[in-house]
């Protein structure tokens, strides 16, 4: 199956840890990104200074954090589709985090 390329064109702030997503395919989706913060990278956005730095990076479409996270755009776009998966891979990152303290 070929991979859809979808490309970010805005984002705003909904609440906290949440985004409305809008697509250069003229879709949008709200994303609460709190069940998937942790981990290396992810885990830093739950520093609310450091999510609120959100921006669309110009290059490559997708929104980018200054810690260096980002997401595949069709990954935002389909959300709903994956973040059963997400948040199960978010908790592995918390629980291998939690065994190295």
């Known amino acids: 199956m070929p991979h859809r390329i979808v490309r970010v064109v805005s984002s705003q702030i909904e609440a906290p840890y949440t985004l409305r997503i809008r697509f250069d395919d003229a879709t949008e989706q709200v994303v609460c990104f709190e069940p998937i913060l942790f981990g290396e990278v992810y885990g830093p956005l739950r520093n609310?200074?450091?999510?609120?730095?959100?921006?669309?990076?110009?290059?490559?479409?997708?929104l980018v954090w200054p810690n260096g996270a980002?997401?595949?755009?069709?990954?935002?776009?389909?959300?709903?589709?994956?973040?059963?998966?997400?948040?199960?891979?978010a908790r592995r990152w918390e629980g291998a985090a939690s065994a190295l303290s």
């Open 48 to 62: 609310l200074e450091i999510f609120n730095q959100v921006r669309v990076d110009p290059e490559v479409h997708t």
């Open 70 to 89: 980002d997401f595949d755009p069709a990954t935002l776009h389909d959300w709903p589709d994956h973040l059963e998966e997400l948040t199960l891979r």
